[in-house]
T-cell receptor
Framework: NAGVTQTPKFRVLKTGQSMTLLCAQD?????MYWYRQDPGMGLRLIHY???????AKGEVPDGYNVSRLKKQNFLLGLESAAPSQTSVYFC???????????????FGPGTRLLVL | AQKVTQAQTEISVVEKEDVTLDCVYE???????LFWYKQPPSGELVFLIR??????QNEISGRYSWNFQKSTSSFNFTITASQVVDSAVYFC???????????FGSGTRLQVQP
C-alpha cells in the first residue's frame, strides 16, 4: 500500500514550457486535491476532484488545469509555466465528506518545481 | 472568511524539554474540523490529528497532546519530552463543514537540539 505517490519529485522548467504532474493513490479515495506550498506560507488549494471525470477550482486555480480520467489518478498541468509557479506541489486524497475520520486528507511526498 | 494563525514562526528547544505550538483560528461556522500535520525535513506531510468542533475533549497520544478550546478559538499542540526526531514544520489546518479545502496556517518550524 503505497498511499499517495507523485511524479516527478523535482523538475526545472523554462518560462513558457508545459508539463504535467502526476498523482496516484491506491486507497480507493473518491476525493483528490492539488495544493501548492510557498515559502513562509501554508498550503493553498489549486484544484480538486470529487470523483472520476469531475474537477473544480480551488483557491488559486489560475495557470493550471487538471484532469481525473481514472479514480486513482489526478493530473495537474501547466500549459505555459511562469516563474510565479515555482513552488512545491502536493497532492492529497480522501474519502468523501461526511464520513467522519475517513475524510482526513492524506498527502503525497510533494513535487518541487523551479521555473526559470 | 476563515483563517488559521500560527504566530510562532520558529521555536528552538533542547531535547527533553516540553514545547507547545500555538494555533488560533477564525471561522463563522459552528461546525468545523481542525487538523495538525507534520512536515519533516524530508518534505512529506504527515497527518497527526483531526478534531471536530463539537468535541472539546483534549487528546493525548504518547508524547503528543492537543488542547482544543472553542472559547478562545485555539487548538494547541504540546510535545512532551521533545526528541530530535520531532524537528519539523508543523501545520495547523481548518476545514469548514461541507467544504473540501483545508485552510492552513503558515506553519511553525520546531528545532530540537540534542
Amino acid at each position: 500500500n503505497a498511499g499517495v505517490t507523485q511524479t516527478p519529485k523535482f523538475r526545472v522548467l523554462k518560462t513558457g514550457q508545459s508539463m504535467t504532474l502526476l498523482c496516484a493513490q491506491d486507497m480507493n479515495h473518491e476525493y483528490m486535491y492539488w495544493y501548492r506550498q510557498d515559502p513562509g506560507m501554508g498550503l493553498r488549494l489549486i484544484h480538486y476532484s470529487v470523483g472520476e471525470g469531475t474537477t473544480a477550482k480551488g483557491e488559486v486555480p489560475d495557470g493550471y488545469n487538471v484532469s481525473r480520467l481514472k479514480k486513482q489518478n489526478f493530473l495537474l498541468g501547466l500549459e505555459s509555466a511562469a516563474p510565479s509557479q515555482t513552488s512545491v506541489y502536493f497532492c492529497a486524497s480522501s474519502y468523501s465528506l461526511y464520513q467522519g475520520a475517513r475524510e482526513t486528507q492524506y498527502f503525497g511526498p510533494g513535487t518541487r518545481l523551479l521555473v526559470l | 472568511a476563515q483563517k488559521v494563525t500560527q504566530a510562532q514562526t520558529e521555536i528552538s528547544v533542547v531535547e527533553k524539554e516540553d514545547v507547545t505550538l500555538d494555533c488560533v483560528y477564525e471561522t463563522r461556522d459552528t461546525t468545523y474540523y481542525l487538523f495538525w500535520y507534520k512536515q519533516p525535513p524530508s518534505g512529506e506531510l504527515v497527518f497527526l490529528i483531526r478534531r471536530n468542533s463539537f468535541d472539546e475533549q483534549n487528546e493525548i497520544s504518547g508524547r503528543y497532546s492537543w488542547n482544543f478550546q472553542k472559547s478562545t478559538s485555539s487548538f494547541n499542540f504540546t510535545i512532551t519530552a521533545s526528541q530530535v526526531v520531532d524537528s519539523a514544520v508543523y501545520f495547523c489546518a481548518l476545514r469548514r463543514t461541507g467544504r473540501r479545502a483545508l485552510t492552513f496556517g503558515s506553519g511553525t518550524r520546531l528545532q530540537v537540539q540534542p
